[in-house]
């Protein structure tokens, strides 16, 4: 058994995948579900002051590395939301195909050729291909960042874990509604994932 969560972050094994980050929800009064989180809720003050700005620094650096860097975003398939997990209904997680809010905020905007995966449940392998498009790319080795820490976060990271990838999480590039919620989430899944920095894990990118 060679294998460690604490590891090195080559080109072609490896991809950063962005969970959630999109328009309508890291965007402050726009996320329906919660209207009243202004530019000064935690939240936004943590996407904004810490969050993005090391996304920025770890999308970046994959870019120059030759990582993969992928995007799943929530979004229907349909304009009518009809192929929308029974839960998303009932939690009102609607996005309806090709709203104007759906994308990825501008500041993580794909460029040619990356992989966008639209999504209709909390968790990326439930309700994407992602794990057939990963094993084709020879991906072995997952970062995950994104929003919120102890929902779709959690899931990517459980999941990938469960399927045999080695998951690291650069817990200052994740935000949660609190930081209690943010903190627990992190101790909670830690045990399937490595639960780092940006600062660590950009220092181990393109590392053999």
């Known amino acids: 058994m060679t294998d460690k969560r604490e590891t090195s972050f080559a080109a072609g094994e490896t991809a950063l995948l962005f969970v959630d980050v999109q328009k309508i929800f890291c965007t402050p009064g726009l ?58 209904r009932l939690s009102d997680l609607m996005v309806p195909k090709g709203h104007p809010l759906a994308g990825p905020i501008d500041e993580l905007a794909p460029i040619a050729n990356e992989i966008v995966l639209p999504k209709t449940s909390s968790g990326v392998f439930n309700s994407t291909n992602i794990d057939y498009v990963l094993r084709n790319l020879g991906v072995r080795k997952l970062i995950v960042s ?38 627990g989430a992190l101790k909670a899944y830690g045990g399937y994932c490595w639960v780092t920095d940006t600062a660590t894990v950009l220092s181990r990118m393109g590392a053999k």
């Not at 995007?71 to 349909?78: G, K, N, R, S, Y």
């Not at 990517?156 to 949660?176: E, H, I, K, S």
């Open 31 to 88: 996320d329906p579900a919660h209207p009243e989180f202004n530019a000064d809720h935690y939240y936004h003050r943590r996407l904004r002051e810490l969050v993005i700005p090391n996304q920025v620094r770890l999308l970046e650096k994959a870019r120059a590395s030759g990582i993969q860097v992928m995007h799943t975003i929530i979004e229907a398939l349909t304009e009518d939301c009809r192929d929308v997990s029974l839960d998303h």
């Open 146 to 183: 994104g929003v919120v820490t102890d929902q779709c976060v959690d899931m990517a990271v459980r999941d990938a874990a469960d399927l045999g990838y080695l998951v690291a999480v650069p817990g200052d590039a994740c935000a949660t509604y609190t930081q209690e919620r943010h903190d």
